[in-house]
């Protein structure tokens, strides 16, 4: 299944609980679009957001985020990883 990398803007200040809570709101519906979101990542300086996940297309990790409460800015295809 495709990997995509997702990018969340604006999240400036979040904090470790902030990033769990908006993870497993993503992790509570996933299975709904056949997606799994593998990991999570925040710098709270920046405000940058960044979550890897397995998914049909962009537009199901998409969906999911929107249903989630925290729509995506970016989703970007990851073809090649080592």
């Given at each position: 299944?495709?990997?995509?990398?997702?990018?969340?803007?604006?999240?400036?200040?979040?904090?470790?609980?902030?990033?769990?809570?908006?993870?497993?709101?993503?992790?509570?519906?996933?299975?709904?679009?056949?997606?799994?979101?593998?990991?999570?990542?925040?710098?709270?300086?920046?405000?940058?957001?960044?979550?890897?996940?397995?998914?049909?297309?962009?537009?199901?990790?998409?969906?999911?985020?929107?249903?989630?409460?925290?729509?995506?800015?970016?989703?970007?295809?990851?073809p090649l990883s080592v």
């Amino acid at each position: 299944m495709p990997e995509f990398m997702d990018i969340h803007h604006g999240m400036t200040g979040i904090t470790a609980d902030q990033l769990m809570e908006a993870h497993q709101a993503d992790l509570a519906i996933e299975g709904e679009e056949n997606v799994h979101f593998k990991k999570a990542w925040a710098d709270p300086k920046s405000g940058e957001v960044y979550c890897l996940s397995e998914a049909p297309s962009a537009e199901a990790v998409q969906r999911v985020h929107e249903r989630a409460g925290h729509k995506a800015d970016e989703v970007h295809e990851v073809p090649l990883s080592v």
